[in-house]
């Protein structure tokens, strides 16, 4: 079946360093995608989305960039600190005649190194 | 502050127990979403409901059963519980149909079923 897929299950920065977290989907029907943070015993929460008439969206020290050529969606952190160790997951959106349908992808553990 | 709240954040159980697992959202969402969460496999979708009353399968909906009565509430009832259904429960929510929102989510129900 179609799915949301990660290059890079792990990732290991610098704190201070920027960080870049790549996912892969292959719905070319998704028309809006999203970024969540999971920190250890929390639900997901939202970093920020994107839709498919867009290919870069910034926000606080994050920027979400879209290539629908390719099918490849990435997050950029600037400045990763230690509050931003967690897993990432990437979502995207396939439109349905009734109700939203959410595809996650595996996620990927980053740790931010002193 | 928008909220998801799900009944419980740890349940052991025995198997062939009925497990019921709450999820009530006070933002008025027409769409809510039950998820399992396990280490490698990502968020699954179990069921999902568009509309009070209203339910459809998601990708691994054996061995489950929801209800929604109420707009704010979905409930997620494992009929007779087994080891291989210990995971994390999520329960999410979104609002309207197609409307390109974020699904917010729940802290989490960690079942253990011995």
């Known amino acids: 079946g179609e799915s949301v897929g990660l290059h890079l299950p792990t990732l290991s920065v610098q704190e201070g360093d920027n960080s870049i977290i790549n996912c892969a989907y292959s719905?070319?029907?998704?028309?809006?995608f999203i970024w969540y943070k999971q920190e250890s015993g929390k639900g997901p929460q939202f970093i920020i989305d994107i839709r498919s008439n867009m290919d870069k969206r910034q926000g606080q020290r994050v920027t979400v960039l879209l290539n629908k050529t390719v099918k490849h969606l990435s997050l950029q952190i600037a400045a990763t600190q230690p509050g931003d160790s967690a897993v990432y997951f990437c979502?995207?959106?396939?439109?349905?005649?009734?109700?939203?349908?959410?595809?996650f992808g595996p996620g990927t553990r980053l740790s931010v190194l002193p | 502050d928008v909220k998801v709240t799900q009944s419980s954040r740890y349940l052991v159980k025995r198997t062939g127990e009925k497990v019921f697992l709450e999820c009530v959202q006070d933002m008025d969402h027409e769409n809510m979403f039950w998820y399992r969460q396990d280490p490698g496999l990502g968020l699954r979708l179990i069921y999902f409901?568009?509309?009070?009353?209203?339910?459809e399968k998601g990708d691994i909906p054996e061995g489950y059963s929801v209800s929604r009565e109420k707009k704010e509430r979905f409930s997620l009832i494992l009929e007779s519980a087994s080891t291989n259904q210990t995971s994390m429960y999520l329960c999410a929510s979104s609002r309207g149909q197609n409307m390109n929102t974020e699904a917010f989510f729940g802290q989490g129900t960690r079942l253990t079923v011995v």
């Open positions: 409901s568009y509309d009070v009353k209203m339910k």
């Open positions: 719905n070319s029907a998704s028309d809006y």
């Open positions: 979502a995207e959106n396939i439109p349905l005649s009734e109700g939203q349908n959410f595809v």
